[in-house]
């Protein structure tokens, strides 16, 4: 699937919490996501299909030692496409000025799929956070990806 990445727009959080609902248990809500699109430290990425629908998405915050993959889902008739592949190899190429920061993620331990994308992907399992989920207090798998070495500042 041809897929055109850009920035996420407010405009978009209708169909975002669409995706969104459909693709977790424990959804984010409308203000999470307006928050994630205000900071200036949050990169925020849509791919859109040619006839300008929204099918996926990924947010991605700046922390100091760090990016967090905050969120990325893409709507279930267009998953196992590449698109949160192509997503988060943007958010790299985009974020890939910023040397000193690797980039980190938790993700449901049930979550295979999701795992073995991250690490295809190069993330790499760095320990567990217990009782991560609200819904079900199960255990998200803390994940993190080194920026590559010739990224890396000299």
Same mark, same amino acid.
């Given at each position: 699937? $041809?897929?055109?990445?850009?920035?996420?727009?407010?405009?978009?959080?209708?169909?975002? @919490?669409?995706? @969104?609902?459909?693709?977790?248990?424990?959804?984010?809500?409308?203000?999470?996501?307006?928050a994630?699109?205000?900071?200036?430290?949050?990169?925020?990425?849509?791919?859109?299909?040619?006839?300008?629908?929204?099918?996926g998405?990924a947010?991605?915050?700046?922390?100091?030692?760090?990016?967090?993959?905050? $969120?990325?889902?893409?709507?279930? @008739?267009?998953?196992?496409?590449g698109?949160?592949?192509?997503?988060? @190899?943007?958010?790299?190429?985009?974020?890939?000025?910023?040397?000193?920061?690797?980039?980190?993620?938790?993700?449901?331990?049930? $979550?295979?799929?999701? &795992?073995?994308?991250?690490?295809?992907? /190069?993330?790499?399992?760095? /320990? &567990?956070?217990? /009782?991560?989920?609200?819904? $079900?207090?199960?255990?998200?798998?803390?994940?993190?990806?080194e920026?590559?070495?010739?990224?890396?500042?000299?």
């Open positions: 699937v $041809n897929v055109e990445l850009r920035r996420l727009e407010p405009r978009d959080l209708d169909t975002v @919490e669409e995706i @969104e609902r459909a693709s977790y248990p424990t959804p984010w809500s409308r203000s999470m996501f307006a994630e699109l205000r900071k200036p430290s949050s990169l925020a990425i849509g791919a859109y299909l040619e006839a300008g629908d929204l099918v998405y947010f991605v915050s700046r922390y100091v030692d760090a990016w967090h993959v905050m $969120n990325v889902a893409v709507a279930s @008739e267009y998953r196992r496409r698109i949160a592949t192509t997503l988060l @190899e943007r958010a790299f190429e985009v974020t890939a000025a910023d040397p000193r920061r690797g980039y980190t993620l938790e993700v449901r331990m049930s $979550n295979t799929d999701a &795992i073995r994308l991250y690490e295809r992907l /190069g993330f790499e399992h760095r /320990g &567990i956070r217990r /009782g991560y989920y609200t819904d $079900n207090r199960e255990d998200a798998l803390i994940m993190w990806r920026p590559p070495p010739d990224e890396k500042a000299s």
